[in-house]
C-alpha cells in the first residue's frame, strides 16, 4: 500500500511539473516579447550542455569561484561561523555541487555537526550529485530536494530548527533582472530566521569583450544549451520546432551590466504545442536568458534593500567574481 501511494504521489508530481512548464512556456510565448524561462534549461541534455560550457576556456565564472571555494575554504567556513553549533547548509540550485564540496570536505573534517540539503529542480543532477558525495564523502547527512527554490526551502525550514545556512552560488543571482533579484532577496530574507547566513556569488562588471566571450562561444555549446530547451519543448510538451530556424544571439550592455540571451526566428513560421498554435514573425526573437554583472555599490544596494547586512566577501584571485556574506538582520 505504502509503495502504491509514493508512486501515485510521484505520478502526481510529474505531471505538476509538467502541467507547470507546458503554462510557463505558452505564457512566455504567448508574450511581447516572447520569453522563455532558463530554468528550462537543465534537463539530462542540458545538464550536459552546461558542464561542457563550465570546462570552456572562455566561461570564466566557475574557475572563478572554484578559485574561491579552492584556496579560500577557511574563510568561507569562518564567514559562515562553521563553529561546533549544529547547522543545516542549503544549496539553492546545487548542480553537481562541484565547488560546494570543497566546503563539505572541510566543513567534515572540522569535525561541524551539519547536514548538507541541496535543491535543485532537476532530479537527474541531483541523483548525480549524491551519487558523488556518496563516494567522496560517506559520512556526510545529506538530504536531497527536487523542485523550485522557495518551495523547497521552506520545507528545509521545516526539517529541524537549526540555523541555515544558505549557499547561492554561479553567479546565479545574476539569472535575474535587478527588479527580479530585489524581490527574490526580500521573499529569501521572509524565510530566515535572525542569524542566519546568506553566500551569495556576484560576478563583477569587467572588460565587456571578457563578458561577452563567456557567453558566445565560437564552438557553438552555449548556442545548443539554449536551442536544447526547444528540443525539450517538442519532447516533452508535443512541440514541432525546426531547431535549424532558430539562431542564438547574445548582447552586453556595460553600463546595466545585463548579459542576454536570444533565439531568433530565421522565417515566418508556426509553431505548434499541445495542439496551440504560435506564430513567429521573421526575426523576431524569444528573450531566453539574463546574466547580470555588478558592481559592489549594486551589491551593497541590493543586501540593504532586502533586509540583510554584508558580514564579508571573498573574492578571487583576478577580483573577478565575490562571494559576499549576508546576515539576516530581523
Known amino acids: 500500500m505504502n509503495l502504491q501511494l509514493t508512486k501515485e504521489s510521484k505520478e502526481r508530481s510529474e505531471k505538476n511539473n509538467s502541467d ?5 512556456v505558452l505564457t512566455g ?27 570552456m576556456p572562455e566561461y570564466y565564472l566557475t574557475r572563478c569561484e ?14 559562515i561561523k562553521a563553529d561546533q553549533e549544529p547547522f543545516d547548509l542549503i544549496e539553492l540550485g546545487a548542480g553537481d555541487a562541484m565547488k ?16 548538507y540539503m541541496p535543491i535543485d529542480i532537476s532530479g537527474n543532477i541531483l541523483s548525480v550529485l549524491e551519487n558523488n558525495l556518496k563516494k ?21 525550514m521545516k526539517l529541524s530548527l537549526r540555523r541555515k545556512v544558505i549557499l547561492f552560488l554561479g553567479g546565479n543571482i545574476g539569472n535575474m533582472t535587478k527588479k527580479e533579484a530585489g524581490k527574490f532577496c526580500s ?3 521572509q524565510l530566515l530566521n535572525k542569524e542566519d547566513i546568506v553566500l551569495i556569488g556576484f560576478d563583477l562588471k569587467k572588460n565587456p569583450y571578457t563578458v561577452l566571450n563567456a557567453y558566445s562561444d565560437q564552438s557553438g555549446i552555449t548556442a545548443a544549451f539554449n536551442l536544447n530547451l526547444l528540443s525539450r519543448i517538442n519532447r516533452e510538451l508535443e512541440g514541432n520546432f ?15 551590466g545585463a548579459c542576454r540571451s536570444f533565439l531568433i526566428s530565421l522565417k515566418d513560421q508556426q509553431v505548434r504545442i499541445a495542439g496551440e498554435v504560435i506564430d513567429f514573425a521573421e526575426n523576431e526573437v524569444i528573450d531566453m536568458e539574463v546574466s547580470q554583472k555588478f558592481s559592489t555599490s549594486d551589491i551593497e544596494h541590493l543586501a ?27
Open 304 to 330: 540593504e534593500k532586502s533586509g540583510f547586512s554584508i558580514a564579508g566577501a571573498i573574492s578571487d584571485s583576478k577580483d573577478w567574481f565575490v562571494d559576499s556574506i549576508w546576515k539576516v538582520n530581523k
Open 66 to 79: 572554484l578559485d574561491i571555494f579552492k584556496n579560500k575554504t577557511a574563510e568561507l567556513a569562518q564567514g
Open 136 to 156: 567522496q564523502l560517506p559520512d556526510i547527512n545529506i538530504t536531497t530536494l527536487e523542485g523550485e527554490y522557495f518551495q523547497m526551502l521552506e520545507k528545509a
Open 242 to 256: 525546426n531547431i535549424e530556424q532558430f539562431q542564438h544571439y547574445e548582447s552586453y550592455d556595460p553600463v546595466t
Open 100 to 115: 560546494s564540496t570543497y566546503l563539505l570536505k572541510y566543513l567534515s573534517e572540522k569535525g561541524n555537526d551539519f547536514t
Open 187 to 189: 521573499a529569501l530574507h
Open 29 to 55: 510565448l504567448h508574450s511581447n516579447p516572447k520569453h522563455l524561462s532558463s530554468k528550462y534549461f537543465y534537463d539530462k541534455t542540458g545538464d550536459e550542455l552546461f558542464q561542457k560550457i563550465m570546462a
Open 20 to 24: 507547470h512548464f507546458l503554462n510557463d
